[in-house]
Structures are given as C-alpha cells and as structure tokens.
C-alpha cells in the first residue's frame, strides 16, 4: 500500500458525501458567479434605461440565486465535513484494527505515542483530503463559470482567465513541494515527542525509583525542541507558500481589471458587461485562492499518508498458520529444543493444572519465551506445543481462545530501588543484603 493509495481510498470510501459536497458547493460557486452577471444585466436593463418594473424582476431573481447559494453553501459544507470526519475515523479503526491483530507487526520499531499520533493527527489531515476534494471541485466549477461568463462578455478577458488560471494551479502545486518535504519532517518529529512522552509517563515510577527524572526531562526537552523547530519549518514553508500565491492571484486579478477597463475605454464593452466583468474579476480570488489552499490541503496529506501506508503495510510478526486448537483440551503445553533470542534449546513441559516458574538471568530470556509463547515470533528451532499440537501451525487468533500470554510488567513505587526492594522486609532486617 502506498500513500497515494491510502488517500484515494479515503476518498474512494466517502464518494457519496464527496460527490453530493461537490455537487451542492459548486452550486454555491455558480451563484456566487452569477451575482455580478445579473448586476451587470440589471444595470443594462434597469437602470441605464430606467424602469421600476424590470428592476423589480431582476431585483427578485437576485433574490433567488442568493437563497440558492445559501443553502448550496450549507447543505455543500455539511457534506464535505461529514466525508472528512467519517473519512478520518475509518482510517483510525483501520490502523487500530492493524496495530491489535493477532499476527501484529505494525507496532515494530514504533513507540506507543508515535503509533498514536499516526492514528490521530495523520488520520485528520487525509480525512480532511475529502473536504478539499469538495472545494477544489466547485472552486474550479467558479472559474471556469466565470471564464465562461467573461468570454459571453469579451473573447480576451475569457482567454486570460481561462489560460491564466491552470497556469496559477500548476505554479501552486510547485510551491507546495517544499511544504510538502517540510510537513512530513513536522510528523516525524512530533511522532517521537509523543513517543518519547507515552514511555516516559508510562515508566514514571520506574524512573522515580531510580532517580532519573532530571535525565528524562533533558531528553523530553530536547525532543520537544526539535519538535517545535520541524514545526516552525513548517510554518514558514506554509506561509511562505500561501503568501506567494496570494500575491500571484493578486496580480492576476489586477491585469483581468487592467485588460477590462482597456476594453470598455475603447468601446469593446458596455457598462453593464464592464460592471459584471469587475465583480467577476473582485469574485475570482476566492475561487483560485481555494485551489492554493487545496494544494497546501493535498501536500499535508500525502506526507501524512505515507506515514499511515507504513503502518498499515507493515508485515506480520508471524506468518502462516490456519488450525484451530480444541477449545476444551486439557491445556498441556511443551516446548521441545527452542532456540530463539537468548534461548538455546530450552526444553519444558508443563503437564495440564499444574502452575510452574520459570526464572531466568536476563529479562531478554524471559521476553523471548512470553514472544514465542505468545506466538509473536517462532522459534528458529524447536517446537512448542499445546495438547500436542505445534503452535506454528495454529492461527494466531484462534490460538488467543486457549493460551493467552501477559508482558512481565515491573512496576515500581515512588522512592529508590532500595526503598521498593526492602518495602516488605520483615522489621530489623538487614538493608544491606538488598
């Protein structure tokens, strides 16, 4: 799965409220074209040669397109955000049903608070892709109904507009490369501030009792500031990048007023068209501006979504198995010649109702044992079995239904580790053995 994938399936996933948003919001767009039109007409018709009559008519079809834009605008506005949030939430459950399935994998290399600001921050901004598809869509439908309108006016304001916008499109999304680079550093980095956070709250007591707290804080701070200076990047890509499209649609806007005033100078035009031409040219930027900012829209998102292909195409821990285990066997587990991790031909056998401890010298010992266990990973060598049965045949999530596996979890008082480790020491015993 790649980003480009995860993006078009969000979208993909949400076609009705997209094409409803668009359909709705491009109506909005028309009407918002059409206002200074039908000035224009009225002026012509109305006011140019007055008559009450005829300013009444125009005056209530004025009326009329404004309640259409009105609730296009609404209704366009609820769609779109709707297709957002349901967009985002999908993702969410996706990426969390990846993260608990039974083969896992996806959590591999990934703190905790990294894997949650993928599941959250990254999962807005492609759900947000569907409220940016909905504008982008009807901010064309504007421009190219204004062009339209331009060129029933005048043939040369038509083509400027016509060439001059795709033109402004295409520079927008050059610009929003940067940004894009930028953006997905911003993500990296307060994936690892909320990492390094989520293991530090989640080892608070153990870093109690070892004293730790001032080291921990030097190296949350300067996470964090590596984090606020990928933003601040960021920021700066973004602004810079909205800046310069607003000045380059400002600039546009200004030679469409230039190139209209030349013609109604020379008689090419009338009042009417020069009054609808002049609304349209003040109108234009906010269409073309929604272009710029669905670019910024699309240059988060795919950074974004990178992230969320990552995760979501992350391979199992294990592979292969498909048989289920009898539901109520006597519960009788061995293991036979494992080798894995730090483990080098363990033999065990562990009849059925009987409870057995297992010590080890190494916690990395007893983390392979609880992995193999678990089936997470399978032995290079060896077999474990339950009633006779190898787990490397098994499916991992029928295999949950009879063997469940707990993490050794130490957890730690406030105090030292003399403080915890003699905290039930029987009274005049000596602090020393400890």
């Keep these: 799965m790649t980003g480009r994938g995860v993006i078009r399936r969000a979208v993909a996933g949400q076609r009705k409220d997209v094409v409803l948003g668009s359909v709705l919001s491009s109506a909005h767009q028309v009407g918002e074209v059409l206002v200074p039109v039908l000035v224009g007409v009225a002026v012509d018709r109305a006011v140019a040669r007055p008559d009450a009559g005829e300013l009444l008519v125009w005056l209530a079809v004025l009326a009329v397109v404004y309640t259409m834009l009105s609730f296009g605008f609404r209704l366009g506005s609820r769609a779109g955000e709707r297709a957002a949030e349901q967009a985002a939430h999908e993702l969410r459950t996706d990426l969390v049903r990846r993260i608990l399935a039974p083969r896992a994998g996806a959590e591999a290399g990934r703190p905790p608070g990294a894997l949650v600001n993928v599941a959250t921050e990254d999962a807005r901004r492609v759900g ?74 989640a080892g608070v007591r153990v870093l109690k009792g070892l004293r730790a707290e001032a080291a ?22 973004e602004a810079l990048q909205t800046g310069l499209m607003q000045t380059l649609t400002g600039l546009f806007i200004a030679l469409v007023a230039l190139v209209g005033g030349r013609l109604v100078l020379s008689g090419s035009i009338g009042l009417g068209a020069l009054v609808s031409a002049v609304g349209l040219a003040l109108l234009l930027p906010a269409p073309v501006g929604m272009l710029a900012w669905v670019g910024t829209e699309f240059a988060k998102a795919r950074a974004s979504a990178a992230r969320i292909a990552d995760v979501l195409s992350a391979p199992g ?10 539901p109520d066997g006597p519960g009788g587990l061995r293991l036979t010649g494992v080798t894995y991790g730090g483990l080098e031909r363990v033999d065990l056998t562990v009849r059925p109702g009987e409870t057995v401890g297992v010590v080890v010298t190494d916690p990395a010992h ?17 077999r474990v079995e339950i009633d006779g ?17 707990a993490d050794h979890d130490a957890q730690l008082f406030d105090g030292s580790v003399r403080e915890n480790v003699t905290a039930a020491a029987p009274p005049g015993s000596d602090p020393s053995r400890a």
């Design 216 to 237: 921990a804080v030097a190296r949350y701070r300067a996470t964090s500031r590596a984090s606020r200076s990928a933003s601040v990047r960021a920021a700066r890509a």
């Design 366 to 382: 007893a983390a392979a044992l609880l992995h193999c266990l678990a089936r997470r990973r399978d032995p290079d060598e060896g």
């Design 317 to 326: 821990e294990t592979t292969g198995g498909t048989g289920t285990p009898a």
């Design 389 to 405: 049965l190898d787990l490397a045949g098994l499916a991992p999530d029928a295999l949950r239904s009879v063997l469940l596996v």
């Design 128 to 201: 947000a892709v569907a409220m940016a598809v909905v504008l982008g869509v009807a901010a064309v439908i504007g421009v190219v109904a204004g062009a339209v309108l331009l060129l029933r006016a005048s043939v040369p304001l038509g083509l400027l507009v016509l060439l001059g916008a795709p033109a402004l499109m295409a520079l927008g999304h050059f610009l929003a490369m940067p940004l894009e680079q930028r953006s997905a550093a911003e993500q990296e980095r307060a994936a690892h501030a909320s990492g390094v956070a989520a293991d530090l709250v």
